[in-house]
């Protein structure tokens, strides 16, 4: 009698029942269901407005209220192979996303798909809001950086096993990040040249200006985290994913502003050169029946979308635990994690020329006429990782909304 206990509990500690993520059970999640998900959140009621702010200048109680709720999407298997990659395939699925890159519908569709994960995040905390993750407070040296640290994002480097994604696996494998291969954060210039524009046309493709093109800015981070993160079928099933995007949106948000205080009307402004038909006003989302100019009405601005800035500092207090300011700029910034002999003294004064030559070196990796500087990583070349399903029998058609149902 007790060999079958010590072999179960062997068992047990190999394998924790609490944790359903192994690599050889996550398959690739199944595209009808994901939009099924998709229409289950449309009929969600909205829990209130997302009141943003950058990820760390919450208390740890705030942040780790986020990371809960992520985390319980990541475990929550009534949906195939969980909440989480259930509802990020469809942001890597060919089909359903052809107009959420390369054209102007980029910012409208991430918009509703953000408020869609939030909503999905809200199923497990009501009152829970996104934080976002403002990468132009980021230093030259990503080490540097306390975000990479066991108490916010975790490593950057190989399979990410610190901080609260740890030992994710994704349906491609374990969670894995490359940083500081290729891209680069965004800078203060490249939000002051978005907002000194004034048409959506101007900051999207296929029209804008590389220095003035919003969806080039954001690529440069994906490709600056790299790993899943660096690719566009595989993105979103990094959980930066949502900070980065949240933070995108926000930029958006300021420019739509912007627009109104010029006189311009966000909805009433869709360029005529919008590239691909993916990209027309009127055309399919494939979110629910929404169409790519539902992604720009204000009912996101009036009713939703609230970005708290970072603060114009001017002690280190203003800045949270893991920014300090920079009191010339009376700006906060992320290089905390600097070493002590490189404070202070001859390398203050020769911050901005080390800060200079950090930029050009990146922009000569991010040549905008390279392959690298578009789709993440080349990716819109590569063959389609994923195909459609075919449609369930009605039976797992009516078990698959029944599982669906039980998360609202």
């Known amino acids: 009698m007790q060999w079958p206990l010590c072999v179960a509990t062997v068992l047990v500690i190999i394998f924790p029942t609490c944790d359903p993520q192994f690599p050889q059970m996550m398959d690739t999640p199944r595209v009808y269901d994901s939009l099924l998900l998709a229409n289950i959140l449309m009929e969600r009621p909205v829990e209130g407005p997302s009141i943003r702010k950058e990820c760390r200048m919450l208390n740890s109680t705030e942040y780790q209220r986020i990371v809960r709720a992520i985390n319980a999407a990541k475990a929550d298997t009534r949906v195939h192979p969980n909440v989480h990659d259930a509802f990020s395939y469809l942001h890597a699925h060919p089909e359903v996303n ?159 502003r912007r627009q109104k205080r010029n006189g311009i009307e966000p909805m009433r402004d869709w360029p005529v050169e919008h590239g691909d038909s993916a990209h027309a006003p009127f055309a399919p989302m494939r979110i629910g029946s929404l169409r790519n100019i539902d ?81 993440f990583g080349g990716v819109f070349q590569q063959p389609e990782l994923f195909q459609f399903q075919r449609t369930p029998s009605r039976t797992r058609d009516r078990n698959t909304r029944a599982r669906l149902r039980s998360l609202g």
């Open 295 to 375: 992604g720009a009405q204000d009912f996101f601005s009036n009713e939703i979308v609230r970005c708290e800035p970072l603060p114009r500092c001017r002690s280190d207090r203003q800045c949270g635990e893991y920014m300090r300011c920079d009191r010339r700029r009376r700006k906060c910034i992320s290089d905390t994690l600097r070493p002590a002999n490189q404070v202070g003294g001859m390398w203050d004064s020769v911050d901005n020329l080390v800060s200079s030559l950090w930029q050009s070196r990146l922009s000569a990796l991010n040549d905008p006429l390279a392959e690298s500087s578009f789709g």
């Open 98 to 256: 052809r107009g959420a890159h390369g054209g102007p519908a980029f910012l409208p569709y991430h918009r509703v798909l953000i408020f869609l994960y939030e909503k999905l995040l809200r199923i497990y905390d009501r009152g829970v809001s996104l934080c976002y993750w403002d990468t132009t407070v980021e230093p030259e040296n990503m080490a540097w950086s306390a975000v990479w640290t066991p108490e916010l994002f975790g490593n950057v480097q190989g399979h990410v096993n610190t901080g609260f994604a740890r030992g994710w696996v994704t349906p491609l494998g374990p969670l894995q990040r490359e940083g500081a291969a290729q891209g680069r954060p965004m800078t203060d210039t490249d939000v002051a040249i978005i907002l000194s524009r004034n048409r959506l046309g101007e900051i999207s493709m296929p029209a804008a200006s590389v220095e003035a093109n919003v969806e080039l800015m954001h690529n440069y981070v994906h490709t600056y985290v790299g790993g899943i993160m660096g690719q566009v079928e595989t993105a979103a099933y990094d959980p930066i994913f949502w900070f980065h995007h949240s933070y995108v949106d926000c930029l958006y948000e300021r420019f739509r």
